[in-house]
């Protein structure tokens, strides 16, 4: 089974650009989650969709916002970029339902530097 | 608001040495706990799971953790460190709403 994969893997933006991120959850996942890493303040939660609908969204200003698709893809974006913007963009995947434990899949990542 | 703590954010072992990272969590009902493994440049993969079966928990590559409801606590252990065990660890815990809460990291180092 094929596990989250991201694309892209790497990117470098100029301050004030837009960049798109996109996130194939694995097959039979309903739920993704995104989250920033940085090494000041380590890992933060942005938002989570499930069945094109955002359930939940982290302490991000609106420049952040991300969509789900009907077979389960996911993107996010993130307009006028500030230099903080830099980071690690991680996406997961998790399965829905009662009784499962909430566990996440990630994939390897998107590098964003803003310059 | 629920948080996670992990104490150290550099741990250092040789080689062969007991490998012990701390975690506690803060959760006034049974949680679910997890520790996750980044390698550099990598995603997060999961180590293990606490889920309430049992509180002891095995995990991938020797490491293995204990749920401990007395001292809020859920700490990483592995009885003999590898050079491949070099990496970041991540202590979370899951909430109500699917959302992962990350503690800060703890960054193993391994002397040969």
């Known amino acids: 089974k094929a596990g989250v994969t991201q694309t892209p893997r790497y990117l470098i933006k100029t301050r004030g650009q837009q960049v798109t991120l996109s996130c194939s959850p694995i097959?039979?996942?309903?739920?993704v989650s995104w989250y920033q890493q940085t090494p000041g303040q380590g890992l933060q939660f942005l938002f989570e969709?499930?069945?094109?609908?955002?359930?939940n969204k982290g302490n991000f200003p609106g420049r952040f916002s991300g969509r789900q698709f009907s077979n389960s893809r996911s993107e996010m974006n993130v307009s006028t970029l500030e230099l903080g913007d830099s980071a690690l963009y991680l996406c997961?995947?998790?399965?829905?339902?009662?009784?499962?434990?909430?566990?996440?899949?990630f994939g390897e990542g998107s590098r964003l530097t803003v310059l | 608001a629920q948080s996670v703590t992990q104490l150290g954010s550099h741990v250092s072992v040789s080689e062969g040495a007991l490998v012990l990272l701390r975690c506690n969590y803060s959760?006034?009902?049974?949680?679910?706990l997890f520790w996750y493994v980044q390698y550099p440049n990598q995603g997060l993969q999961l180590l293990l799971k606490?889920?309430?079966?049992?509180?002891l928990v095995k995990g991938i590559n020797g490491f293995e953790a204990e749920f401990k409801k007395s001292e809020t606590s859920f700490h990483l252990t592995k009885p003999s460190a590898h050079m491949s065990d070099a990496a970041e660890y991540f202590c979370?815990?899951?909430?109500?709403?699917?959302?992962?809460?990350f503690g800060s990291g703890t960054r193993l180092l391994v002397r040969p």
């Open positions: 959760s006034s009902v049974p949680p679910y």
């Open positions: 997961a995947s998790s399965l829905e339902g009662r009784g499962t434990t909430g566990e996440l899949f």
């Open positions: 969709y499930f069945s094109e609908t955002q359930r």
């Open positions: 097959s039979g996942h309903r739920s």
């Open positions: 979370a815990q899951g909430d109500s709403s699917y959302k992962l809460i």
């Open positions: 606490y889920t309430s079966a049992a509180t």
